[in-house]
């Protein structure tokens, strides 16, 4: 029986609902200081879940295991993937910032382009900061997404896509699942952001309490709603799903971050005023 380290497990979901809690740059501080993210949820994933692996196949070979990540690091040759874990959190979008973007249906709220513009900044603040805490505990650690190798590519099989998805370790994570327009439908719905850091230390799962990837959407589970084909100004959602390429296009078109004073605005239409947008559709 693998030993666990329970303690920890606590320790870093602490360290995770604190910081976000805390620190400043959670903060819309261009508009209102408004909060960006609310409460986080946290999740664990086994290293040498098999998922990792088929994740070659559905996002493409190029996409890295957690394995393949920590042996970038100098001196980190000797992990094992039975004795590495994901860690993988969710950031809820404000309600304030939702209800903002949730009136709109052509481009997106001043609101919610600064949070998709700041929100990832702060995302990435708090990749570091999961990686420095590991570190000082005495673990290998590592951000994907802030690493030099991290890289975007073009797959036969799912379009524009990346060597390491967090949306997919948020679902290997019991986090959620995907719904027709992409995104990850969690407990706390779909407006969101998330995150993780590979680590090189055995922590217990996350239970994944459905039993395939589509599981919470209405439309994919039963044929129902599909709302986020009405929200979509681009057209790039239909019944096949979710049109990358005619997605990017339009916000590249039509949606102008410096006329919000931002680097990047996003879209997020697809993401409000839609019943996933905060928790779980019912499915009855």
Known sequence: MRDFNSELSEKIISEIEDFVKTDKANR???????????????????????LFA?????????????????????????????NI?????????????????????KTPSRAWAHTRNCGEKFNDRLRERIVMYL???GYQAVAPMLRDEFARKESLRSGIASNWSERHAAYAAGLGTFGLCDG??????????????????????????????????????????????????????TEDGHDKELCSNYQQ??????????????????????????GIPELT
């Open 85 to 105: 874990t994901v860690i993988s959190w969710i950031l809820p979008i404000s309600e304030k910032t939702r209800r903002s973007n949730a009136r709109k249906d």
């Open 253 to 278: 078109e039509k949606i102008d971050p410096a006329s919000y004073g931002v680097e990047i605005a996003g879209c997020g239409l697809c993401q409000t005023d839609v019943p996933c947008e905060a």
């Open 135 to 137: 570190q000082k505990e």
């Open 184 to 237: 990850l439908i969690t407990p706390v719905g779909k407006a969101m952001r998330c995150g993780s850091v590979v680590a090189g230390v055995s922590l217990k799962s996350t239970e994944r309490k459905y039993s395939n990837h589509q599981q919470y959407c209405s439309f994919l589970s039963r044929n129902s709603c599909g709302k986020c084909r009405e929200r979509c100004p681009a057209g790039a959602i």
């Open 54 to 82: 088929r994740y070659r196949d559905i996002i493409g070979d190029f996409h890295l295991t957690p394995l393949e990540w920590l042996e970038i690091l100098p001196a980190s040759k000797d992990n094992e993937a039975e």
């Open 28 to 50: 819309l501080v261009h508009l209102d200081n408004e909060r960006i993210f609310s409460e986080p949820l946290v999740g664990f994933a086994d290293g040498s879940d098999p």
